[in-house]
């Protein structure tokens, strides 16, 4: 393939009103492309030729889904477009002179072209319909008041808000949430499936058939500054609301597979599969939920003398959440507890104090600092959202092997029209996933917020000297003891000790209490089962839950000692 890379933007900046208000404003836009590899098996303009199929093989198959499927799926793709565009605008308001405004907007849109299944098991060969657009859009708006109240008391004012989707869109559409899903068809081996055996494929990718990802987030912080005396007193508060809706869903269009073009002409197929939603709406299968983070906070900054400083406080993150992920009884039955758990109750005491000194000069400047606090680390929104999607009744597979005549269901031509993926066989996936026998992401319901306690100390020294080369050298030392506390842990539920391995390592194995004749007891969180007869309890899930590390936690220990001079060589050098 050739293409052509172009690159350009502008931008412009000046007052609306002199001294008053102030824009600035920047666009930017990329365009470009890749190369895609892959081509039929007797075109050697392409580097790979993976797919049996030649190239009139390839046309002869796109002739019948135009004209028997009533489908095109596109073009042999050659160039792989690659396109960016950014906006950017700002203003600031000199109010007056104790309060000053600014406004700032963003956009970000990205987006290239990428093959899909093409060069793999899932379709040796694909027109353009297989590939996808992945990327993503965002804007972002947000505003800034900064004020000076009296000489004492200033404070800000912050309001943000983010909206992201993430983007892996089909070339040729047809996703299953859309107002239009097209079903996957493959050729190649007769047992093949969504997943291998194929030789081409069209419609959209198997991972990409149900992919969607929107996050709204909206950030607020206040902040006050108050100056009394030797002391500065810091007071705020922080809140950042989080809107997901999470989809992913495999194989969600239906894959029907033939083995032979003739197969294909004739509408005979081999296979037909498909990921269900429990109610056959796709949207339903996703992790759909809001939670909340709140924080506030109190430090006091308190200049003792000339040489020490004190800093001490205290933060307090909490958050909120009415969303829950879907009841699951038989992960009750299996384990005691539900999977019903979401973010609400989740909090953390930060308390915090450190001190600046300034030793009495010998030898240079000596300075020293000594730091204790406590944080709550990273936002664990990314695992808590895996129970709201996994609760082991979202989804099913469905096959033609459901309905009452699985022959009849594998023909898919009825009068010269494609009848698509049969009724019966979604139903089955919609049966399977109301079973609810599916694997169960969960939150430990004792779950606590992870928090480490940093305890640190510095010193650094600027040498005084009279020798030349001793003299004004920079010389720092920091040392950083982090203890850890109540740290993420995943744990399979669903494993028993079967056994020791012959360097003394216990082994273990899945069982499922709920199988007829099995009386295995489940002992806890930790402690798997007891009363297992492996012969009969055998199977089960990796049912995995999200919960705390048991025991002894982590420690970590950092030192630092660097040491610098500037030497001037002079204008010879």
Request: charged content about 20%.
């Amino acid at each position: 393939g050739t293409f052509k890379r172009k690159n350009w933007g502008a931008e412009v900046s000046g007052p609306i009103i002199q001294d008053k208000l102030f824009f600035y404003a920047s666009w930017e836009e990329t365009d470009t492309a890749t190369v895609n590899e892959i081509g039929p098996a007797d075109d050697f303009s392409f580097s790979r030729n993976d797919t049996s199929f030649t190239t009139a093989e390839v046309n002869q198959i796109r002739d019948i889904l135009i004209n028997q499927y009533g489908r095109d799926p596109g073009e042999i793709v050659r160039n792989l477009p690659v396109l960016s565009e950014r906006i950017f605008a700002r203003l600031d308001w000199n109010i007056n002179e104790d309060h000053r405004l600014e406004g700032t907007y963003a956009s970000l849109e990205e987006d290239t072209t990428i093959g899909d299944d093409i060069g793999s098991g899932r379709g040796e060969f694909t027109f353009s319909d297989n590939f996808h657009n992945r990327g993503s859009q965002s804007e972002t708006l947000g505003v800034r008041l900064y004020s000076n109240w009296t000489d004492q008391l200033s404070t800000e004012f912050r309001w943000s808000t983010q909206e992201v989707n993430d983007l892996q869109n089909p070339v040729g559409g047809g996703e299953a949430q859309s107002g239009n899903p097209i079903p996957r068809i493959q050729l190649g081996l007769g047992f093949g499936n969504e997943f291998f055996g194929s030789q081409f494929t069209s419609g959209p990718g198997t991972f990409r058939s149900a992919n969607q990802l929107n996050t709204n987030k909206d950030q607020l912080k206040i902040k006050a500054d108050y100056q009394l005396g030797d002391h500065l007193i810091t007071a705020g508060f922080e809140h950042e609301a989080l809107e997901v809706f999470n989809l992913f869903i495999i194989n969600a269009t239906g894959t029907i597979v033939f083995p032979s073009i003739a197969d294909l002409q004739a509408g005979t197929a081999s296979n037909i599969r498909q990921g269900v939603s429990f109610t056959q709406d796709p949207n339903d299968a996703a992790a759909a939920f809001n939670r909340n983070i709140s924080s506030v906070f109190l430090q006091d900054q308190w200049d003792v003398n000339d040489d020490l400083q004190v800093i001490y406080g205290l933060r307090y993150d909490w958050y909120q959440s009415d969303d829950m992920p879907l009841n699951n009884s038989n992960y009750m039955a299996r384990y005691g507890i539900s999977n019903q758990v979401g973010f609400d109750g989740l909090d953390a005491i930060q308390p915090r104090i450190g001190l600046n000194y300034t030793l009495p000069e010998s030898f240079g400047d000596t300075r020293m600092n000594l730091g204790f606090g406590i944080f709550s680390g990273n936002d664990p929104t990314v695992w808590f959202s895996n129970a709201y999607q996994n609760y082991g009744g979202a989804l099913g597979v469905g096959s033609h092997n459901d309905c009452a005549d699985p022959a009849a269901a594998l023909q898919v031509l009825n009068g010269g029209s494609f009848t698509g993926i049969p009724q019966c066989a979604v139903d089955g996936g919609a049966n399977q996933a109301l079973a609810t026998l599916g694997t169960v992401n969960a939150t430990d319901p004792n779950f606590e917020a992870p928090t480490v306690s940093r305890y640190s100390f510095g010193i650094e020294h600027t040498t005084a000297l009279e020798q030349d080369f001793f003299n004004d050298w920079f010389v720092k030392l920091d040392l950083i003891y982090s203890d850890y506390k109540n740290s993420v842990a995943f744990r399979d539920m669903s494993l028993a000790q079967n056994g020791t391995a012959a360097d003394g390592r216990p082994t273990y194995a899945a069982i499922d209490p709920l199988i007829p004749g099995c009386n295995a007891t489940f002992d806890g969180i930790g402690q798997g089962f007891s009363n297992v007869d492996f012969a009969t309890c055998a199977g089960g899930n990796a049912d995995i839950l999200f919960t705390n590390q048991v025991g002894d936690d982590a420690h970590t220990f950092t030192a630092s000692l660097q040491a610098s001079k500037i030497f001037e060589w002079g204008d010879t050098w």
